[in-house]
């Protein structure tokens, strides 16, 4: 061997170490007290203090939609792996109401040891019974619900399945209800012939406990095709309005669908004539005014509905109105088609809330009847007070011939009576009332030039009732 160069021994004692080992060290670093197993157990204990699930996995999906049918969550088993994860079988099922349900939680793990001892359920939050479950297998706990009711909620009731220290391990959305009812009773109106809505009745029971979804469908009744309403719960949760574009001289063909987990249902089709459904404003500039010094009556004005001057049509008033104290309204139906009216037989003195509403009917020769109005804003007037002494006053007859006295008062009540069943608001109705007040003006006259001065009426108190023989 060569003097100077050193042996084997020598060469591999000075040789530098490996290259790949140096780097691996500059970039992971050197290794740290407390690594190893203390650091993986501080990693768990971040873990555990995540924030677990505040809600079940029902509540976090909208009730329109399919909830994820992978519906895992993380396990907190305590003295595990991270990798344990469970599952409940059947994921999200649909029953109906009565059904019985047999479901499973089987928890899985790498390495082997995940077990099913110690888990539980709970539905909606309430832990269920013991009793209720059992242990199927070292990793398996099934669950068995006899008799079910209706869900609490249409986006599924949270049935859960727990670790020993309550951690969520697995959820599933429970939906249990009945299929949709045929829907009914649809009605629609139009307004002033520029759009229509309409409403119905769900079904003879309504609730059906699961999200049910309904569609008001329309087309032209000979041609076209099935269009779909839009805008729905205008008037009310089970209602839908159609803005625009409606043809006016042909029928159309209404129905609604009913669609939810558990089927469907189609209402029976409605046919109807835009110009047969046409309804309008309440009467505009209502005005309410006293009949010169008249203590029982009030004069009504209104104004024709401005919507609808340009159509070919008749309209028929009904009148409303009730005094200042009391929620009781008296309607008056045989207005006509009149915008004026007079409202007799009232009390003096005493403050009258009026409304009135419009039904335009026989627009472009319609031949149904109409849709009323809703009520105009109430007006309010008070009718004159009395100025003649009460019941009490003193029991002979004032002296005079004032047609307004006491008896001739009972009989003019008498006969407006009569008045409002036969031709209330009429002008035949203000005809008649002027021929009476004339007659009943002569008649107490007459009567007291027969009558002795200061003589009072028979003690018991019977009075002769006069009627006149033509009016």
Request: glycine residues 8%; charged residues 20%; hydrophobic residues 30%.
């Amino acid at each position: 061997m060569p003097a100077g160069r050193p042996g084997p021994a020598a060469q591999s004692a000075r040789r530098p170490p490996p290259l790949l080992p140096l780097l691996l060290l500059c970039v992971l670093g050197a290794p740290q007290a407390g690594s190893g197993a203390e650091g993986f157990s501080s990693g768990r204990q971040e873990e555990r203090h995540q924030p677990r699930h505040p809600r079940g996995p029902c509540a976090q999906h909208p009730i329109h939609t399919q909830p994820s049918l992978g519906s895992h969550f993380p396990s907190d088993l305590p003295n595990g792996p991270e990798d344990h994860t469970a599952v409940i079988s059947p994921q999200d099922p649909t029953l109906l109401i009565g059904s019985s349900l047999q479901a499973t939680c089987s928890v899985h793990g790498d390495p082997p040891g995940a077990t099913a001892e110690g888990l539980y359920w709970t539905l909606n939050g309430h832990r269920l019974p013991p009793e209720l479950s059992r242990m199927l297998n070292a990793s398996t706990l099934a669950l068995a619900l006899a008799n079910l009711n209706g869900s609490r909620q249409q986006s599924g009731d949270n049935l859960m399945c727990h670790a020993r220290d309550g951690s969520i391990l697995a959820g599933s959305c429970l939906y249990v209800g009945l299929p949709p009812e045929k829907p009914f009773n649809i009605s629609c109106w139009s307004k002033n012939m520029k759009d229509l809505t309409c409403r119905w009745t769900p079904g003879a029971h309504g609730e059906t406990f699961l999200h049910t979804n309904y569609s008001l469908k329309y087309k032209l009744r000979w041609y076209g095709q099935d269009n779909t309403c839009e805008e729905y719960h205008t008037v009310g949760p089970h209602s839908c309005h159609i803005p625009k574009d409606l043809a006016l001289f042909t029928p159309y063909e209404i129905w609604v669908e009913a669609t939810n987990r558990l089927g469907s249902a189609r209402s029976d089709v409605l046919t109807l004539d835009i110009l047969d459904v046409v309804t309008t404003d309440p009467p505009p500039e209502v005005h309410v005014s006293r009949v010169g010094g008249l203590e029982d009556q009030l004069s009504v004005r209104w104004v024709s509905p401005p919507a609808l001057k340009d159509f070919l049509f008749q309209a028929k008033y009904q009148i409303r109105y009730r005094v200042e104290d009391s929620v009781d309204w008296k309607v008056v139906d045989d207005v006509s088609n009149q915008t004026s009216c007079r409202l007799a037989g009232l009390k003096p003195g005493t403050v009258y809330f009026v409304q009135v509403r419009c039904n335009p009917f026989g627009i472009y020769g319609s031949k149904k009847a109409g849709i009323w109005s809703e009520w105009s804003h109430p007006t309010a007037a008070s009718t004159p007070r009395s100025e003649r002494p009460g019941p009490g006053g003193g029991a002979c007859e004032p002296r005079g011939g004032e047609p307004s006295s006491g008896p001739v008062r009972r009989e003019l009540k008498q006969f407006l009576g009569w008045l409002k069943k036969h031709a209330y608001c009429s002008n035949l109705s203000f005809r008649l009332y002027d021929q009476w007040r004339a007659w009943m003006q002569k008649s107490h006259k007459t009567r007291n030039q027969h009558r002795t001065r200061g003589s009072c009426p028979r003690a018991d108190g019977a009075r002769r009732e006069v009627l006149p023989d033509k009016l």
